[in-house]
């Protein structure tokens, strides 16, 4: 246990008290944080208010006189170009673009924003109707009139303007409509809760944690791994390269020692540098919903949720300096290392991803599988869905199979080969 | 005391190392039937040419490495069953073997000594003998990759030797320093035998060897071909010197016209050395 002690205390000092190491394990990704989020936020924010200082170009063809009133009574930014021309699929027999056309063209190259195309004759249409069909049952089924809007949704302005001009056709619509039955009531059979205010029914916990759970096993999976990813390659195949691992061995100590006194070092680094990402995302929380356009969840966690969290992570912890670790000790320099831990961090990521799209029941057998079951337990602990002993089953096999790691790699350096390439 | 007997390492290589050493053979023998007994209070010279084996045979006495043949003990430790012990009882010092460049002398030197489970007081007083002797004290706390070759193949001594051993066993202790700084070491190899120990070095500079040895061993082509003292070996070659004599064993057990010429250039490159070593003192 001693020099176990002696191996660990050594390793945690060679990061911890070097300058360099320390930037890169904690100040470098709250500085990582604060940049890219400090980017993306001021990003969306200009985004958003060169959308609501650009004035859209709105060409409204055959517009009824009743719609031109309506629309100056409304509050709208937009430049109208009002234009009366017959019906947009007419070709013009010298083959020369229509002016529908143009104006498609030019909604194609984001010169115009929008194109709303009334029927030549809309208004009597809506007055023949009102007087001829409306409540005569034998008749035909009713052909209403048809409004064409043409907009490009790959260009934020045009999008921005259909949004604003579908809410001002809607406002009309209803207005035409009270114009002719009064008010609306009278054509309305039933309405849905329209003062139904308990109309949602939900834990507000599960919810927070039905987000949080969608996101975060992939956030700690990604981040508990790519933390210590580095140091866990240079404290095997790093110390290799520099001969100063051959120097350990010529120590008088079980080799098997010295390998637990690095991992367990490596444990501590990971959880500290998972500690220090989840503060600055903590504190990069309002900056995330302001980019994201949400306004944050409300989350509570019980005491026995946080534990099954805390020892669920641990044993994570403990498969993840196994993984980069038995990575490190087969490779034999740093390149080699490298090479061997990123299909281990992509399999690590896709695992966390995994949790994102599977739904139903999680079957107990699965929070066995290796990585992947930590995954389903991180997520189904935030969403309540996981007993207590199904957390127990994934935090066993975790420990199973670090232990199993860990021995391959205490064989491993009692190999000359492995150990000095002889 | 260090008993080799019959020692044989034969490497396994794979089909890179093959390649590289264009041989269609999976199998390289390092060192052959090596036989020889280092004993306490007397320094004992491992000579042979680079890559004769003499590194391969530290290692198997150090048990970095495990013997294909053969048996090793060391203090009556055999090295296959009782690797701790083995371990616990020797000083081992190689070119191979670094010391991490971003700790200080000082933390080195008291972190092997919690590994040989000295308590603090016992590294206290190594530490103020050894780093006084060396001159260490003054840099004990700057980073070791700030010092210069000389000074760390010092600390490196010093670390080496934390645990006051029984055997001491350097290979090539005194390679790449300066004059100054190797006259050092060897004198310290000579307090060592005094002070009654086992001490084994391996090294290919003859005039070194003669100053230093009580007896010694040459390994040519992984064999070994003399073991004896210094007088022994004279005497048998009729040589005047230990460098003579080598070479006169050497011609002996060389073969092929290709080693002949290999010899050729060993013999260039040795008294160039020596005229290189002659001008520094000078």
């Known amino acids: 246990m001693k020099t176990i002690k002696v191996v660990f205390c050594k390793e945690l000092r060679r990061v911890l008290f070097d300058k360099k190491m320390l930037f890169g394990l904690f100040v470098l990704p709250i500085l990582l944080m604060a940049v890219i989020f400090g980017v993306m936020v001021m990003m969306v924010m200009n985004m958003q208010a060169d959308i609501e200082a650009h004035q859209p170009k709105v060409v409204i063809v055959n517009a009824p006189e009743d719609f031109q009133s309506f629309l100056s009574g409304q509050k709208t930014e937009a430049e109208l170009v009002y234009q009366q021309w017959e019906d947009e699929t007419l070709e013009k027999q010298d083959g020369s673009k229509t002016g529908v056309q143009k104006v498609k063209k030019e909604i194609l ?91 949602v029914i939900q834990d507000d916990d599960k919810a927070g944690g039905k987000m949080l759970g969608t996101m975060l096993p992939y956030m700690i999976c990604m981040l508990l791994f790519a933390g210590v990813m580095s140091f866990g390659a240079d404290a095997f195949a790093g110390e290799k390269e520099r001969g100063t691992l051959a120097t350990l061995l010529v120590a008088p100590v079980k080799r098997s020692h010295i390998v637990y006194g690095k991992l367990l070092a490596l444990m501590v680094l990971a959880a500290l540098s998972a500690l220090d990402y989840g503060i600055s995302m903590l504190v990069s929380l309002p900056f995330m ?28 912890v403990f498969v993840y300096v196994a993984i980069i670790g038995t990575c490190a000790v087969f490779a034999k320099n740093m390149k080699e290392a490298s090479t061997f831990l990123t299909p281990a961090y992509l399999l690590v990521i896709v ?72 | ?58 290692r198997c006495i150090a048990t970095l490495l495990e013997p294909t043949v053969g048996e090793i003990t060391v203090q009556g430790y055999d090295s296959r069953k009782q690797g701790d012990k083995v371990r616990s009882s020797i000083a081992f010092l190689t070119n191979e073997l670094k010391l991490d460049p971003l700790f200080s002398p000082k933390y080195l030197f008291r972190f092997f000594g919690r590994l040989h489970g000295m308590s603090e007081a016992e590294i206290d007083e190594r530490q103020q003998a050894l780093f006084t002797y ?31 051993p029984e055997v001491v066993i350097f290979d090539e202790p005194t390679n790449g320093l300066d004059i100054v700084t190797a006259r050092a070491v ?21 005039s070194e060897a003669q100053k230093l040895c009580d007896r010694l ?10 073991e004896g003292t210094l007088e022994e070996v004279l005497c048998q070659t009729g040589a005047k010197d230990l460098e003579d ?38």
Not at chain 1, 122 to 141: C, H, N, R, T, V
Not at chain 2, 192 to 206: F, R
Not at chain 2, 254 to 276: G, I, N, P, Y
């Open chain 2, 186 to 206: 060897t004198d310290y190899l000579k307090v060592l035998k005094e002070q009654g120990k086992v001490v084994v070095v391996s090294t290919h500079i003859m």
């Open chain 2, 134 to 164: 060396f001159g260490i004290t003054e840099f004990q706390d700057k980073k070791i990759q700030e010092l210069s070759t000389g000074m760390k193949q010092k600390i490196s001594i010093a670390v080496s030797l934390v645990h006051d």
């Open chain 2, 1 to 58: 005391m260090i008993e080799v007997k019959n020692l044989t390492k034969i490497y396994k290589l794979t089909g890179k190392q093959k390649r590289e050493a264009k041989t269609k053979d999976n199998k390289k023998v390092a060192v052959s039937e090596v036989s020889f007994c280092a004993k306490e209070g007397e320094i004992f010279a491992l000579l042979g040419p680079n890559g004769a084996g003499k590194t391969t045979t530290l």
């Open chain 1, 351 to 422: 695992m966390g991803m995994m949790t994102m799209f599977v739904t139903g029941d999680t079957p107990t057998r699965s929070y066995l599988v290796p990585l992947y079951g930590s995954s389903m337990a991180l997520r189904n602990v935030l969403t309540q869905e996981i007993s207590t002993p199904q957390a127990l089953l994934t935090i066993g096999a975790n420990l199973v199979i670090g232990a199993v790691l860990a021995a391959i790699m205490s064989k491993a350096f009692d190999s000359e080969r492995i150990m000095f390439d002889a």
């Open chain 1, 289 to 316: 919903a302001i980019s994201m356009g949400s306004s944050g969840v409300s989350f509570h966690i019980s005491f026995l949720q946080g534990c099954l969290l805390l020892a669920i992570i641990v044993s994570l």
């Open chain 1, 109 to 199: 190259e984001g010169d115009t924003d929008l194109m709303i195309f009334f029927p030549e004759d809309f208004s009597e249409q809506i007055s023949g109707l009102e007087k001829e069909k409306l409540y005569d049952d034998s008749a035909s089924p009713v052909l209403v009139p048809q409004v064409k809007t043409y907009y490009n949704p790959s260009e934020d302005y045009s999008d921005s303007a259909k949004q604003s001009f579908d809410e001002l056709l809607e406002d009309y619509r209803i207005m035409l409509l009270e114009q002719r039955v009064g008010s609306l009531d009278k054509v309305q059979v039933f309405t849905v809760d329209s003062d139904n205010e308990e109309q």
């Open chain 2, 245 to 282: 004599a080598f070479f006169a064993i050497y011609r002996d057990n060389v073969v092929d016209e290709a080693e002949q010429q290999e010899l050729k250039h060993l013999e260039e490159q040795m008294t160039r050395h020596e005229a290189m070593g002659k001008g520094e003192l000078s």
């Open chain 2, 217 to 226: 061993a040459m390994i040519i082509g992984g064999r070994s071909v003399f």
